[in-house]
């Protein structure tokens, strides 16, 4: 059985990684509002946007969550914690 493998990464990368997304998301908003003339259809793509940057910002929020609950963990003396963005693994300690 083969499936998708994602190497682990580092906690800032992946909060880098959302701001950068939720940034794409909000540019392409904008431009879809503006390219496209169809009301409804802005109003669609403007609410899926949205939608898709809201979701991206609640994952990096959890991820931090995560990664604070981490420090305490790594402090107690366990030697590596693990969070997950997307499903994708996120080395913390």
């Known amino acids: ?21 939720v940034v794409a998301f909000v540019v392409f908003a904008v431009i879809s509002a503006w390219v496209i003339k169809n009301v409804t259809m802005k109003i669609i793509s403007i609410v899926l946007m949205v939608g898709l940057g809201l979701g991206v910002w609640t994952q990096r929020s959890n991820l931090q969550d995560c990664a604070d609950r981490a420090k305490d963990k790594v402090a107690a003396g366990v030697d590596e914690v693990k969070c997950e963005f997307f499903g994708s693994e996120v080395s913390v300690g």
Do not use: D, H, N, P
Request: avoid cysteine; charge should be neutral; glycine fraction near 4%.
């Open 1 to 21: 059985m083969t499936g998708l493998s994602f190497t682990a990464m580092s906690l800032e990368s992946a909060k880098t990684i959302a701001i950068v997304i």
